[in-house]
């Protein structure tokens, strides 16, 4: 009874606060703010279709250029902008989404690591999870979550570990080779009205990196989308939403135009442009779950458990 009754509680929640009435007054007090949706990977692309036409119909999607121009002061935003974002370059965004963000006339920016495009290197994440899927163990039991809190050469170590490890398991314990993304992916992304922005070179959290390892991230990372041409406006998005001080400095010292959090909160107009807040959401998720995150509720409602939980 009590998973049961876990369960349904976020639905019904999202029912309330995704109700037309209650996302018309949320808009109503909260609609100068901008929303920056923060999405990965897309399974189903019709889901994710119908997903789009519940953000259009709510709010008013911009571009990474309209938001930087806000931003920078050189512009306004419609009420209820809202701008939307992929993180890590997941193949199914790419290459599924596009074409239905470009059906709706959405420019879309996704944030790359560089280091993953033509499968150069393996998202670190794929290759624990490919670990415990082959039967492997995991030092000290560590899982993706875990990993994130080690200093960042530690956890290099274990997952290089692991990778040598599951170029051993015979072939049939060994998961299949997943879909890389590739630059003719990335170009066909921008053809179609699609912005690409920095996630850094390979993904670690910069709160676990030291000072001179979170700028040559950032920096190898901007020199390759220099390289192939691929960013118009320099927008970066933090690892796992860690933001750090030293990354910060060095992003304003490269004249970059916005960096993006991933703490579920809106963004007001006199927000540093370099810690902007991101709405986390799940492509494909209910009609009533999308109406509830992009109109606010959402964000104000966990807001409101972590202020109690604090007390």
Aim: proline share 4%; with cysteine.
């Amino acid at each position: 009874m009590v998973g049961r009754s876990a369960e349904v509680r976020p639905a019904r929640v999202d029912r309330v606060l995704g109700s037309r009435l209650f996302v018309a007054g949320s808009m109503r007090s909260t609609g100068s703010r901008l929303r920056i949706l923060a999405f990965h990977g897309v399974g189903d692309v019709v889901a994710f279709g119908r997903q789009l036409d519940v953000v259009a119909e709510t709010s008013n999607p911009v571009s990474s250029g309209e938001v930087c121009d806000w931003l920078g002061g050189r512009g306004e935003l419609p009420r209820r902008a809202v701008w939307i974002t992929f993180d890590d370059g997941e193949p199914s965004a790419v290459v599924d989404a596009a074409p239905a963000l470009a059906a709706r006339g959405i420019r879309a920016t996704v944030f790359v690591c560089p280091a993953f495009v033509g499968g150069l290197v393996r998202p670190w994440w794929q290759v624990v999870d490919d670990a415990l899927a082959a039967g492997l163990a995991i030092p000290d039991g560590l899982g993706v979550a875990s990993l994130k809190a080690l200093g960042d050469d530690r956890r290099r170590s274990v997952v290089a570990s692991l990778a040598v490890a599951l170029d051993s398991v015979d072939a049939d314990r060994r998961p299949a080779g997943r879909r890389v993304l590739n630059l003719d992916d990335l170009r066909r992304w921008r053809d179609l009205g699609g912005d690409v922005g920095s996630h850094t070179w390979d993904h670690p959290c910069l709160d676990r990196c030291s000072p001179e390892a979170q700028r040559s991230q950032i920096d190898r990372a901007a020199a390759w989308l220099d390289e192939h041409e691929l960013w118009d406006r320099r927008v970066f998005a933090y690892p796992n939403g860690s933001a750090t001080s030293a990354a910060a400095e060095h992003l304003a010292s490269a004249g970059y135009a916005a960096a993006l959090l991933f703490d579920h909160r809106l963004v007001a107009r006199r927000a540093d442009p370099l810690r902007l807040s991101r709405l986390r959401i799940d492509a494909g998720a209910s009609d009533a779950r999308t109406r509830a995150i992009v109109g606010g509720g959402h964000g104000a409602s966990l807001a409101a458990r972590r202020r109690m939980i604090g007390r």
